[in-house]
């Protein structure tokens, strides 16, 4: 046995493994991680964790966890393990938990367990927030939920088409349910979207449409109807649609403003798609 060999021999005797690697504790240099949710990703609540291999090795992720206490609990990959090659970019899109109203310290950090270059290792990260993200993914949860403390505002299925100063006109109902909780909100005003204008009672188009809305404890279930309009006509805007039937809203609770955006149903969705249709003659 040559004395190297004797001597790796000699150690294992009194310290099991210990001519094993060393497992990396942080990510190997060249290897960086960033935060970034994509249209898509907005209606169903996703965060896209991407890893950025700028190494000569593979990198294989074993697991990958997003945590922060911004949400009530951590969200891992759940399609693990994934191998990024040398020069390559992942995104690892994840779930994202209900937010924590009551954190104080959001800082977010990403764990990975991986191998690279023949070496297991673990770290734990602070993401890049790529786009700036992350706060307004959470004021608008906690904005969200005051306003629901309050009021469910939906959208109902009902669609009608008239006509407004010559023009076709597609009509919603705002519905309105109060809870019955002590305090006020108001519903501010109404915005268009990327395939939509507001109209007023004339037809008119705008982007924004005043409420000037409180609800109380007292007040009984309601509807607004609103008008509106396509904003464009091309095929191109509603096969790439994200968030065209997404209408923000702007909102004032007790303790909170600001924006929230409410969603029609898919089956409203495909009505408006037949009205824009209807009205552009596509």
């Known amino acids: 046995m040559r004395p190297a060999a004797v001597s ?3 150690v294992a005797i009194g310290l099991l ?18 935060v970034y949710q994509t249209r898509m990703d907005y209606g169903a609540r996703e965060l896209e964790v991407s890893v950025t291999n700028e190494t000569d090795a593979e990198l294989e992720v074993l697991e990958l966890v997003f945590d922060s206490p911004a949400f009530v609990s951590e969200t891992a990959y759940q399609r693990a393990p994934s191998t990024i090659g040398p020069g390559r970019t992942t995104d690892f899109r994840v779930s994202l938990p209900a937010a924590d109203c009551s954190a104080t310290d959001p800082k977010p950090v990403v764990r990975i367990e991986f191998e690279h270059d023949g070496m297991p290792g673990s770290a734990s990260v602070e993401p890049v927030d790529r786009l700036g993200q992350l706060p307004g993914i959470t004021a608008e949860d906690c904005l969200a939920e005051a306003l629901a403390e309050h009021v469910t505002v939906e959208w109902s299925d009902e669609l009608r088409v008239v006509d407004r100063g010559g023009r076709r006109v597609a009509l919603l109902d705002l519905v309105l349910e109060p809870t019955g909780a002590p305090g006020e909100v108001t519903l501010e005003t109404l915005h268009g979207t990327p395939l939509f204008l507001l109209t007023d009672e004339n037809g008119a188009a705008t982007d924004e449409l005043a409420l000037a809305t409180p609800v109380q404890a007292q007040s009984e279930r309601s509807t607004v109807t609103v008008g509106v309009v396509p904003t464009r006509c091309d095929l191109h805007a509603l096969a790439d649609d994200k968030r065209g039937t997404w209408f923000p809203l702007r909102v004032s609770t007790d303790r909170l403003e600001g924006t929230v955006y409410v969603p029609t149903s898919e089956r409203m969705r495909t009505e408006l798609f037949a009205y824009i249709g209807a009205s552009c003659g596509t």
């Not at 493994?17 to 960033?34: E, F, K, Q, R």
Request: proline share 10%.
């Open 8 to 10: 790796c021999a000699i």
């Open 17 to 34: 493994g210990a001519c094993s690697p060393i497992a990396h504790t942080a990510l190997p240099d060249g290897v960086s991680v960033d």
